[in-house]
Structures are given as structure tokens and as C-alpha cells.
């Protein structure tokens, strides 16, 4: 996919029946062109090897519009911690098909996150602070464990009142729904916002 799209990876967790991707680009539709090339493909792949036919997924993906800054960084850990909550593992380093190793520096080569667009979407400037920070912060993230939050995955958009507020007014008010959930206490080099949603009414 981001070979053939103008789409960057910045997180990525794949686990036993679903997959969770952090993307970014200047154009949606490229996301979703991108999103129909990786259904596409892994069906293509899996019916040559079962020799069956029909999709790999039950169902169409969902696209969450999220903020940049301090909810794009609140994203990251919650991909992150995907099998933790599941309970398969204690820590997001035991779990290698995610892009934990390539966030905490561990690997270097090989990447499929896109980190000059991801430093400029969470606000830093330098890939070794950023490191630094997540290390920093999944350390804490540890020690202050929190449960499964379903507005990631089933919301429109996740960011500030005025954020959110900007992206309603292109969907009729009574398809959707202004919803604010608790603040959360952050690591170090974040400050802690309200978090608002956008849902469909």
C-alpha cells in the first residue's frame, strides 16, 4: 500500500482477527484507495493458499478521524496496548507484529512507519526525543494501565471541542452527535486535553 499510495504508516498493531492502522495523507481518497488495496491483496493471497474464494475480512474497515498533537499520541498507545488489554501478553514489546519495535527505536531497518510524517503530526522535530518520549511514556502507560475504550474504533473523529466542532459542521445535525469523554493524565513532554467525539446520531 504505500508503495503504490501517497499514504504514510505512523502505527500499526495486526493480531489474530483484526488489524488497527494509524495512516496519514493529503487526500482521504488515497487512504481509501489504499484501504481497498490491502483488503483486495490479502483476500487474493489467502484464496490462492485455501483455494477458496470470496473476501478475507467480514467486514468493510472503519475510518476514525483523529487530531494531530496530543490525540494522535493518545492513538499510538492504544494500538500499542492492543494485546495487553487482550491478555496475551504483558507488554506491547512481546507482541511483534505491531510497530511498537520500530516506535521505541528498537528496529532501524525494514520500517513501514513513516517517521518524518509522524514527527510532524504529533508536533516534535527530532526522531531520538520522540523516542526518548514514547519510551518515557509506555513506561508510565505501564503502571497506569487503562481498559479498552471502544470510541477509537467506532467514532467519526477524536480530537479537541473546537476540532471536532470544525469537522460537524459538514455532517447534518441529526446524523450526528457531540459527545466529550474524560480527560486522561499524560506523560511527560504532553499536556492533557479534553478529549471530544464525533458520532453518527
Known amino acids: 500500500m504505500i508503495k503504490n499510495y501517497k499514504v504514510s504508516v505512523l502505527d500499526y498493531i495486526i493480531t489474530s482477527n483484526h488489524i488497527h492502522l494509524l495512516v496519514c495523507s493529503d487526500d482521504i481518497n488515497y487512504i481509501s484507495n489504499g484501504m481497498q488495496f490491502v483488503q483486495g491483496a490479502m483476500a487474493q493471497k489467502y484464496n490462492r493458499t485455501k483455494k477458496r474464494e470470496g473476501s478475507f475480512w467480514r467486514d468493510r474497515y472503519h475510518i476514525t478521524l483523529i487530531e494531530n498533537g496530543y490525540h494522535l ?52 522535530h527530532e526522531s531520538s526525543k520522540f523516542i526518548d518520549w514514547y519510551n518515557n511514556t509506555m513506561k508510565d502507560e505501564l503502571n497506569n494501565y487503562h481498559a479498552r475504550k471502544e470510541f477509537w474504533s467506532s467514532s467519526l473523529a477524536v480530537g479537541s471541542k473546537e476540532w471536532i466542532e470544525g469537522l460537524a459542521v459538514y455532517i447534518p445535525r441529526n446524523k450526528r452527535e457531540l459527545s466529550k469523554v474524560n480527560s486522561e493524565v499524560e506523560g511527560k513532554a504532553m499536556e492533557a486535553q479534553s478529549t471530544y467525539l464525533l458520532k453518527t446520531g
Open 73 to 124: 499520541t493518545r492513538c499510538l498507545f492504544y494500538i500499542d496496548f492492543n494485546m495487553v488489554r487482550a491478555g496475551v501478553v504483558s507488554h506491547p514489546e512481546e507482541w511483534h507484529w505491531s510497530g511498537y519495535d520500530e516506535l521505541s527505536g528498537r528496529r532501524q531497518r525494514y520500517r513501514l512507519i513513516d517517521f518524518e510524517s509522524l514527527l510532524n503530526c504529533v508536533g516534535m
